[in-house]
């Protein structure tokens, strides 16, 4: 049976309880703001007025995302392939989520709430000594921030060196999308994408 209700849903369920609820912040405190300024990797989750998603990883060093205050995040952008996925649904929805990451630990940071765009210098500035200063900032007025367990990183043992794969048991990415598209011409090998990628880091 397909479930399409919340009713269903909570049949399969019990209901959420105990330090589940109670974790739940409605601002950074002095743990959540210590994570972030370790963690060099985040998911940005947006949703546009079209039903349109995307998940977007973003990274830098660690603490490339500024805590502006207790209820304020700062994520600058980054040069991309100019989809603007992410960007284009806050621009028309002002929602986001942020999942935190730090290598080695298995436990994550969510934080959701509203986002904006901005090309305010003031806030700007704020990545002026960035190899490759943002031309827009998104700024989270945070809403929910919680620590989430470390289950689903353990089970896929996603710091483990034992567990890693090696980069060659896939096609190059010039090759895999070369056949999606059905692109031809030479393809670009791994070490020529590094290298094409280096001035953007």
Avoid at 141 to 162: G, I, P, Q
Wanted: hydrophobic residues 40%; glycine residues 10%; charged residues 20%.
């Amino acid at each position: 049976m397909e479930i399409n209700s919340l009713e269903q849903l909570r049949a399969h369920y019990p209901p959420a309880q105990g330090r589940s609820l109670s974790k739940q912040l409605d601002h950074l405190d002095p743990h959540c703001i210590a994570f972030i300024g370790l963690s060099p990797f985040v998911v940005l989750a947006t949703g546009g007025t079209g039903g349109q998603l995307d998940a977007s990883p973003r990274g830098g060093a660690p603490g490339f995302v500024h805590v502006l205050d207790a209820h304020t995040l700062l994520l600058p952008d980054a040069k991309g392939n100019n989809r603007l996925d992410s960007f284009s649904n806050i621009a028309e929805t002002g929602r986001a989520g942020l999942l935190f990451m730090i290598p080695g630990v298995d436990e994550t940071l969510r934080v959701n709430g509203e986002a904006s765009l901005s090309d305010d210098p003031a806030l700007l500035a704020h990545f002026a000594a960035e190899r490759n200063p943002p031309r827009l900032v998104m700024r989270l007025r945070v809403a929910e921030a919680y620590l989430h367990c470390a289950k689903a990183l353990m089970r896929a043992r996603l710091w483990d060196s034992t567990a890693q794969v090696e980069r060659c048991v896939l096609p190059t990415m010039g090759q895999m999308i070369a056949e999606q598209t059905g692109g031809g011409g030479p393809q670009e090998t791994q070490a020529q994408m590094v290298a094409r990628y280096a001035p953007d880091l």
